[in-house]
């Protein structure tokens, strides 16, 4: 028996792993999948990332992997209007870095695997769990497949689950819920953009959104997010949706002119859905595992970070006290919601004005004319700034 079995090994779960084995902790890691592997995302890290990035050891190597440094973000509303912000201190708020990163999740991912190799960390790869094992109101391991299609049984005195948004661990436990906001993504490369400047770039159409980030040089990230409905007719050719789609989008087709499509149309979802917290012990969730709402803001990657921190410091507390009940372990779900909360709250309302035409514009309007309010809000999102400092302005 290991003292912690982490399900996943993308950003949350390596996190997580590094973290505790920092610790002393017996860390053993199943993912399915073998790194380098694909991941559906518009690959923005946000500035406070780099914090948890740097406390791995990963964020030089990052750097180095030629992750492309974004200083701000170009918003264009619907009627045309375009705001542009760079991350700079707000207040007593100072981002990690001033620029957030762009760069392939192949990548990213892949860097992160690689410093999991060097921690003593017992890290498996091409190992799918199938099920979990729960005893007398807590989970004590899983069930996985290995690469040989043979079934063995891991047991832990913790099981992380950070198997991201299709968690078997959430699943199997009766955690996951649908969410009614049903929203698609559709996401390629372009090639041959022209004018791609050091910032991403977000067009709001309702009821769709653009996002563009530049995640190497000559290749850039785009994200078409839209009514799931809207999309599901076209399931089997996202290619014709996603072109017809693009031509409806003024301010979009006008910029992406002359640009090619590089890679195959990857799309997902419905993209929001909701997790319980666990009502057993002997486990945590992190990540995409513990529920995702909408890329909008692109926190994914950090929330995954942050998430980890927060669950390494409850698994080491527990497992020292020998005590990993549901109500040892609460301790984690309070704190990350709490952290959370005004973010979500924020994106909640950031969703009304991506439904919104007027409201979209009125909301692009007021920001151009408050240039602090607008560093404010960038800092938000770019997660160095708490969400209440928008409040006092
Ligand atoms: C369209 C879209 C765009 C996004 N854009 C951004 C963005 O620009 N910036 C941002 O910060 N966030 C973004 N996000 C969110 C971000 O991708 C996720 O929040 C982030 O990847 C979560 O990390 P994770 O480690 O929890 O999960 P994942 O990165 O999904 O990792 C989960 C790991 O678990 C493994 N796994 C899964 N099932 C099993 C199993 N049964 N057994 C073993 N292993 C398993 C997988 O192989 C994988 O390696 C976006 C999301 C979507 C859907």
Known sequence: MTDVLVVGAGPAGAATAILLAERGLE??????????????????????AARVLDRLGVLKAL??????????????????????????????????RDHALALPRETFDATLADRLRLAPVDFRERVRVTDVVVEDGRVTG??????????????????????GRASVVAQKLGLRRAHRLQRMALVTYLGGLRDVADVGEIFVDPPDYVILNPVTPGRVNMSLVVPLADAARFSDRPETFFTARVKQLRHVARRVAGADITARIRALGPLAYRVAPPNVGGVLLVGDAAGFYDPFTGEGVFTALRSAELAADTAATALRAGDCSVTALAAYERTRRAIFAGKARLTHALQL?????????????????????????????GDFVPPRALLSR
């Open 353 to 381: 004005a991506i439904r919104h035409r007027r409201l979209a514009n009125f909301t692009a309007r007021v920001l151009a004319g408050r240039p602090a309010m607008l560093d404010t809000l960038l800092g938000v999102i």
């Open 27 to 48: 860390v053993l890691v199943l993912d399915r999948a073998a790194f380098p592997r694909p991941k559906i995302c518009g690959e923005y890290v946000s500035p406070e």
């Open 142 to 163: 899983v069930d996985a497949v290995g690469a040989d299609g043979t079934t063995r049984r891991f047991t832990a005195r913790l099981v992380v689950a950070a198997d």
């Open 63 to 96: 750097d180095a992997a030629g992750a492309v440094p974004l200083a701000g973000m170009r918003i264009t509303a619907p009627d045309g209007r375009t705001i542009e912000a760079r991350y700079r201190p707000v207040g007593p708020w100072r981002p990690y």
